[in-house]
């Protein structure tokens, strides 16, 4: 759909021509980024925090999965032998807007800053697709464990915040 989609199918037709044992996943995860590259979630907690206003899509929709679920079930999946592509994925559906608002509802933040907002109202933005849903049951057949729901997955980020994981990323 975008020059950037098209790298990503391109990247990984070109490791599994010259690694045809390797895991090529593709995935929607969140977490706690580095001060230099925040995330998705960064953006909606530093933002509600501000006391900003946010627009976030209510009509572009995924599967977010917590970035350390994402990567504990990517290796179990290379542990056991898997290769090729595979989605490992949340198992919800669920809006850009709806996730930011549950998110604020997590951290106690407030959600009347979280406005709605549409990508099909923003056509000056690059053209990227409404609903990047995976479906994650191929892998989750394979593995010893389920995903979290994702109101388990954000109280995780809760608590992996007032841990202080933040600071030592």
């Known amino acids: 759909m975008n020059v950037y989609g098209q790298t990503k199918a391109d990247g990984e037709a070109a490791v599994l021509q010259a690694c045809p044992e390797a895991l090529v996943v593709r995935t929607n995860f969140y977490g706690w980024g580095p001060p230099y590259r925040r995330s998705f979630s960064d953006w909606i907690i530093d933002s509600l925090k501000a006391g ?4 976030v899509f209510e009509d572009v929709f995924y599967t977010p999965i917590l970035a350390a679920k994402l990567v504990s079930s990517a290796m179990e999946l290379w542990s056991k032998g898997v290769h090729g592509v595979i989605h490992i994925a949340g198992p919800a559906r669920i809006s ?4 930011a608002v549950r998110v604020a509802a ?3 933040l ?9 990508l099909s109202n923003s056509p000056q933005l690059v053209r990227r697709p409404f609903d990047m849903s995976l479906s994650s049951e191929k892998a989750w ?5 389920q995903p ?6 954000i109280k995780t980020l809760a608590r992996e915040q007032e841990s202080g994981l933040t600071s030592t990323l």
């Open 52 to 55: 900003r206003e946010i627009g």
């Open 96 to 99: 850009k807007h709806d996730f």
């Open 106 to 108: 997590e951290f106690d």
């Open 110 to 118: 407030d959600h009347h800053l979280i406005r709605r907002a549409q």
């Open 141 to 145: 057949s394979m593995l010893s464990s």
């Open 148 to 153: 979290d729901t994702l109101a388990e997955q």
